[in-house]
């Protein structure tokens, strides 16, 4: 995977962050989820994300092959190690503070106002 790069606020480069969202159809789970997701990227990697939203129902063999055990999940694939956030996604500070994802004049402070 091609490493791109954006610039953060403080100048310094910061890696775009690719993540991947596995759900079950139009579940309630599912639909928080995707809300939860959408709203962590709009407004803390606005601009330096790629989402992708996988329905297990309409594409089942994807389940196996990243390893899931339920859903929804949502995979952060780049920037490196990847990792997995299972369940309705309404906490994702630990997301947020993964290497990589934010640039280092970050401060976790603000992740405090997370829904």
């Not at 159809?25 to 939860?36: K, P, T, W």
């Not at 297990?56 to 995979?75: E, F, I, R």
Request: proline letters at 7%.
């Amino acid at each position: 995977m091609a490493e791109e790069e954006t610039k953060g606020s403080g100048g310094e480069a910061v890696e775009r962050v690719v993540l991947r969202l596995y759900v079950t159809g139009g579940a309630l789970r599912s639909a928080r989820a995707i809300q939860n997701v959408r709203l962590l990227c709009e407004t803390h990697l606005l601009g330096r994300y790629e989402l992708e939203v996988i329905d297990l129902y309409q594409q089942p063999w994807l389940a196996s092959q990243v390893d899931l055990v339920a859903a929804p999940t949502l995979v952060k694939v780049w920037p490196l190690p990847v990792q997995h956030f299972i369940g309705v996604l309404s906490d994702l500070r630990r997301l947020l503070e993964s290497p990589g994802v934010m640039p280092a004049s970050f401060d976790p402070a603000v992740t405090k106002a997370l829904p």
